[in-house]
């Protein structure tokens, strides 16, 4: 009796499992069809840079900058919950270098770039963009 139900309980959860998976993978799939993954246009300067939350349109913002420049933005920074009232905050926002472009050939590209908000430049060479209200910086 006893194993009778493992093998039936066994059996029940290998079904669910396998609708499961079905269920997620067409969810995957129609996600897909309408929007695009600019993820692979940047790089992030460490694996503790996070950058999952950032919107589609940040996304395309770094992903045009890599398509101008013909090189991937690395970030060195991105969401920052405890930023105060900068859109890091938010994580509306990214600092980024671009290895090999001088920084006001990488501003040019993000002021060309839809949907642009901020855009910042620092001394250290970093460069500040995000999706938030258009304004325009030099901290040096």
């Excluded at 006893?2 to 309980?9: D, G, I, K, P």
């Excluded at 998976?21 to 993820?39: A, C, I, M, P, Q």
């Excluded at 938010?90 to 770039?113: E, F, Y």
Aim: include cysteine.
């Amino acid at each position: 009796m006893r194993t009778v139900f493992c093998v039936a309980l066994a059996g029940a959860l290998a079904a669910t499992s396998a609708l499961a998976g079905e269920v997620t993978n067409v969810k995957k799939r129609r996600g897909n069809l309408f929007k695009h993954d600019y993820s692979a246009a940047y790089t992030v300067q460490r694996v503790s840079v996070k950058t999952e939350c950032f919107p589609e349109k940040l996304e395309a913002i770094l992903a045009h900058i890599a398509d101008r420049t013909g090189r991937k933005p690395i970030v060195t920074s991105g969401h920052r919950p405890r930023s105060g009232t900068s859109q890091h905050s938010h994580c509306l926002a990214a600092d980024i270098r671009v290895p090999g472009v001088s920084d006001k050939a990488v501003v040019a590209a993000a002021s060309t770039a839809p949907g642009i908000g901020g855009i910042g430049r620092y001394c250290n060479g970093i460069i500040h963009v995000d999706v938030g209200p258009k304004r325009r910086w030099v901290y040096c």
